[in-house]
């Protein structure tokens, strides 16, 4: 059956047009970190913090809207790097919850799925973050899942984690 559009009755038209019109807006204001994750996000970290980076109140800590602000700073930025290379585990205070979990490491990542992984949690704001960054943390001594919260510990302190 092939019915033209301009045959449909003008009452079915009327409601066709506003909704393309809708889709066509959405589509073209799409920023780009509005792309879907990176893979590596998709199978490594949307189960527990979800696949749109809020996670679940109070259980996983919410990560959009959150990343963007702790890379603006250098040590958060390392600090972050450290939390997905060696994980994180202990009390701490996501948008005023209390949140007393365990995430284990990923330093099977590669550096690029670590970088793109960050990079879309930060949608695609600030300075982004590339392997090299990535491999630099990895190449430094020292880091333990300890060091990683009392460094957490410091920034949450200064107000770059919140
Ligand atoms: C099994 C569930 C789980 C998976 C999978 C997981 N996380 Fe987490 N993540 C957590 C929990 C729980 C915490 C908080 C740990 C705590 O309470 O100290 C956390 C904390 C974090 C934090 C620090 C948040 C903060 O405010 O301190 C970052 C960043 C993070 N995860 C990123 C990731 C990334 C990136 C991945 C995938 C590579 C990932 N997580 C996979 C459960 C998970």
Not at 5 to 15: G, I, N, T
Not at 99 to 123: C, E, H, Y
């Amino acid at each position: 059956m092939t019915r033209k559009l301009s045959r449909l009755p003008s009452h079915a038209m009327a409601r066709l047009v506003p909704a393309v019109a809708t889709l066509a807006a959405l589509g073209l204001a799409a920023p780009a970190w509005a792309q879907a994750a990176p893979k590596a996000y998709a199978t490594n970290c949307q189960l527990c913090h979800k696949p749109d980076g809020k996670g679940t109140p109070g259980v996983f800590p919410r990560l959009t809207g959150r990343v963007d602000a702790i890379a603006a700073h250098k040590d958060g930025r390392k600090w972050l790097i450290a939390t997905v290379l060696y994980g994180q585990s202990g009390a701490i205070t996501v948008d005023g919850k209390p949140v007393r979990g365990t995430m284990g490491p990923f330093a099977r990542l590669s550096d690029k799925d670590i970088a793109d992984t960050l990079n879309w949690l930060a949608q695609g704001k600030g300075r982004a973050f590339t392997p090299a960054e990535v491999a630099a943390v990895r190449g430094e001594p020292g880091w333990t899942l300890a060091k990683v919260g009392e460094m957490r510990k410091k920034l949450a302190g200064a107000g770059v984690i919140k």
